[in-house]
């Protein structure tokens, strides 16, 4: 969706390695997400935020963090303690509005593979 | 825990065939959604399902949510190639997280 950047398009990472994604959003959303995608899968969520300096764990949180010093930016680090961390990441946005009435936005995603 | 399943997993269609996709929560549901990815791409908001028995319609798609709010389906009629990509429904538990289905990808022949 226009508003939401993510980068890079496609990740290598080595064994040992922290690496980090990036999304930034200029939809003054204050809600982002970031989920996994695995080939043929549906869609697992990772770690979400309904507001700066606040994030919530995910059903898959272990292996990842993130940090919410902006409300623009939302960056999720895959750490060497997650051991498959080959996939697609898609970082989404959704308004306040109705509690729970809002859909996602989602960027065009990072390829993450291992090398 | 919850879980949002949907069915089928793939379906393969002649272009001009009808297709439809399930989705079945364990939990009651407060709203349903429904996205489309195209292979390649990411998720796109379709439309969204509030209140129990809802069916809407968006040109040749229609969308139903079920009696007890723990169901909804996807209608495509006559299908074109342009309606290929996985489609998702993306359930809303009493807990406000989203929960996405497993997602069903369709192709279509022309």
Known sequence: DGGITQSPKYLFRKEGQNVTLSCEQNLNHD??????????????????????????KGDIAEGYSVSREKKESFPLTVTSAQKNPTAFYLCATSGRGLRGNQPQHFGDGTRLSIL | GQQVMQIPQYQHVQEGEDFTTYCNSSTTLSNIQWYKQRPGGHPVFLIQLVKSGEVKKQKRLTFQFGEAKKNSSLHITATQTTDVGTYFCAGRSNTDKLIFGT?????VFP
């Not at chain 1, 982002?32 to 919530?56: A, H």
């Open chain 2, 103 to 107: 997602g069903t990808r369709l192709q």
């Open chain 1, 31 to 56: 809600a982002m997400y970031w989920y996994r995608q695995d080939p043929g899968q549906g869609l697992r969520l990772i770690y979400y935020s309904q507001i700066v300096n606040d994030f919530q």
